[in-house]
């Protein structure tokens, strides 16, 4: 099956800081990725769906601001939340799109924000 | 609006009874379903997926689901449960109205006893 792959798989920063999660689609090229945050003991609440070239769109709610989505090339999306704060803790998954519309998901990083 | 209600939170079972994880869903049109299995701190693996195909729909590691228009539910099932199916399921539909986004349901977590 397809892979997607997500680095880093966990991260700590300071509050203030900025820290950029990679998600990378390693056998096939997604047009569309999408990103979903995930609190503890909570589903999965989609973020944003990025398509290659152009700019992302974000589900109502989401600052676009702070969370910033590049999706550069077919095969990478990466995330990148800005002046991060300890309430953007969470564990962020992305989930690459094929051809087929079916999405595969990445292994998901734990941002932890001191 | 395309939706699932996962009834059950929290299922524990023995090792080696059935397991049963139940989900209803609500959809204006023909819904796609899918269920995910998330083990801690990983990212989804699709179990199995109903897209207007035959009824029951065979997955991996012995799971399967039964899609019933009547009831609007699309349970889980497996024969009998190993260790190593503890985790948390989550039920989801593809939202058409909305660009295909994958809606889930709330999670319900399987304990299984030994």
Same mark, same amino acid.
């Given at each position: ?61 989401? /600052?676009?601001?702070? !969370?910033? #989505?590049?999706? *550069? +090339? ?12 300890? /309430?953007?803790?969470? !564990?962020? #998954?992305?989930? *690459? +799109? ?17 | ?114």
């Amino acid at each position: 099956g397809a892979v997607v792959s997500q680095h880093p798989s966990w991260v700590i920063c300071k509050s203030g800081t900025s820290v950029k999660i990679e998600c990378r689609s390693l056998d096939f090229q997604a047009t569309t990725m999408f990103w979903y945050r995930q609190f503890p003991k909570q589903s999965l609440m989609l973020m944003a769906t990025s398509n290659e070239g152009s700019k992302a769109t974000y589900e109502q709610g989401v /600052e676009k601001d702070k !969370f910033l #989505i590049n999706h *550069a +090339s077919l095969t990478l999306s990466t995330l990148t939340v800005t002046s991060a704060h300890p /309430e953007d803790s969470s !564990f962020y #998954i992305c989930s *690459a +799109s094929d051809l087929y519309n079916e999405q595969f998901f990445g292994p998901g990083t734990r941002l932890t924000v001191l | 609006a395309q939706s699932v209600t996962q009834l059950d939170s929290h299922v524990s079972v023995s090792e080696g009874t059935p397991v049963l994880l139940r989900c209803n869903y609500s959809s204006s049109y023909s819904p796609s379903l899918f269920w995910y299995v998330q083990h801690p701190n990983k990212g989804l693996q699709l179990l199995l997926k109903y897209t207007s195909a035959a009824t029951l729909v065979k997955g991996i590691n012995g799971f399967e689901a039964e899609f019933k228009k009547s009831e609007t539910s699309f349970h889980l099932t497996k024969p009998s449960a190993h260790m190593s199916d503890a985790a948390e399921y989550f039920c989801v539909v593809i939202n058409m109205e909305y660009g295909n986004k994958l809606v889930f349901g709330a999670g319900t977590i399987l304990r299984v006893k030994s």
